[in-house]
């Protein structure tokens, strides 16, 4: 089992930046791949970003391209999310996950394609 643990949501002004952690316990997920997704209020849950086990590839939603950087600390076994230029319409709840495979298979943002879950944390972005 994977235990998945975010933090570093908050309120933020637009135009500014927030760095969300995620911890993972219970086992490695050193060779897992990793993703973000988030859910506003009323709608449905959006890919934002996932990286391989390496760290070598990652992936990111359209509207989050340019602005959002997603990377991992094996290490630590932690995942990140930097957020930059961000915008209200990036207020959700955001959610780290883990796929329990070294491959995406093509599937990275897809929800579908993950096993383990956080509770997420929240970030809202106000004018």
């Known amino acids: 089992q994977v235990q998945l643990e975010e933090s570093g949501g908050g309120l933020v002004q637009a135009g500014g930046s927030l760095r969300l952690s995620c911890a993972a316990s219970?086992?490695?997920?050193?060779?897992?791949?990793m993703g973000w997704f988030r859910q506003a209020p009323g709608k449905e849950r959006d890919f934002v970003a996932a990286?391989?086990?390496?760290?070598?590839?990652?992936y990111y939603g359209d509207s989050v391209k340019g602005r959002f950087t997603i990377s991992r600390d094996n290490a630590k076994n932690t995942v990140y999310l930097q957020m930059n230029s961000l915008k209200p319409e990036d207020t959700a709840v955001y959610s780290c996950?883990?796929?329990?495979?070294?491959?995406?298979?093509?599937?990275?943002?897809?929800?579908?394609?993950?096993?383990?879950w956080g509770q997420g944390t929240q970030v809202t972005v106000f004018s």
């Open positions: 996950a883990c796929r329990s495979q070294a491959s995406f298979g093509g599937r990275w943002a897809s929800s579908y394609a993950y096993d383990y």
């Open positions: 219970g086992r490695t997920v050193s060779r897992y791949g």
């Open positions: 990286i391989n086990w390496s760290g070598g590839s990652t």
